[in-house]
């Protein structure tokens, strides 16, 4: 049991980095990345903002269920 919550400790924290560096920035835009002077953005205006907010807050969920139950199970052992 706590091999399996570490391991998905282990998966989730990855996760959480990817999608953080997924994100961009405020007042960031894909045309300024790639030298253009276009102000559209690639999603729409705020059209990834709320999938990746949503996915973000479900790792942190998770990523703190797992660090909780991995200090329980640790300090009890």
Not at 14 to 33: D, H, K, N, P
């Amino acid at each position: 049991m706590l091999t399996v919550i570490a391991i998905i400790h282990v998966l989730v924290s990855i996760a959480l980095i990817l999608i953080v560096l997924l994100q961009t920035g405020r007042g960031s835009e894909i045309g300024a990345a790639f030298g253009s002077g276009s102000s559209q953005t690639l999603f729409g205006s705020s059209g990834s903002t709320s999938f990746m907010t949503k996915l973000t807050a479900v790792a942190v969920a998770i990523f703190m269920i797992t660090s909780m139950l991995l200090a329980y199970f640790y300090s009890h052992r």
